[in-house]
């Protein structure tokens, strides 16, 4: 039988067919191991390892390395993987980038096969602060309350949060709104400085009364 070892990250890949021989010489400590690579690979070299057995033990444990990097190396193994599968002995095989069709074919036959790739990062998109200057202008109460709660988790500073919304109040002092008279603009801007300066005098905690504010708009 054999197992498939591939991918782009060869050096995963080589740790876990270590690990997998290493797993392999504990149930069999007198069974032979042998490295293939592909210096010393050859169709006679493969067969006479597919249809050997060792002296004392069934099995030869055959560590194959990126031989298939070569067509032609590649067209051979895939003509004995048939075989490969049906013998006693163990095959581990290491390779890197693998053709679909190909991989097809390893697939078929293999006892199992793991693939490495190069781990994906996705970047956690950054919050838009702008949103919450957006949800007050639109005196979208429950929107503003849940994008601070957003703010908050994504770990905006209450402190920034209330810059923002002191710069859009004063930005529709300036440009006039629709959905707040200047009157109520003054008066939730002389709030909002209020709840700060009362907040760094220990009267209350900024987060928790800033939060408070929000659902007051």
Known sequence: ????????????????????LLGAQKKRPDAEVFSMDAEDFSASRLQEFIGSAGLFEKKFIVCMNFVCEDKERLSTVIEKLEEMKETENLFLILEGKLDAK?????KKYAFKVEQFEEEKTFEKPKFNVFALSDAFGRRDAKGLWALYLKALEEESAPEAIAGMLFWK???????GSNRYSERELEEI??????????????IHEFEIALERFVLSV
């Not at 039988?1 to 997998?20: C, D, H, V």
């Not at 109040?169 to 440009?175: A, F, G, N, R």
């Not at 801007?189 to 220990?202: A, E, F, I």
């Open 1 to 20: 039988m054999f197992y498939l070892f591939y991918g782009i990250e060869r050096e995963k890949a080589r740790a876990k067919r270590n690990a997998t």
């Open 102 to 106: 190909s991989l097809e074919k390893f």
């Open 169 to 175: 109040i004063k930005s529709l002092l300036l440009s």
């Open 189 to 202: 801007s002389s709030r909002l400085v209020s709840l700060y300066h009362d907040s760094h005098r220990g």
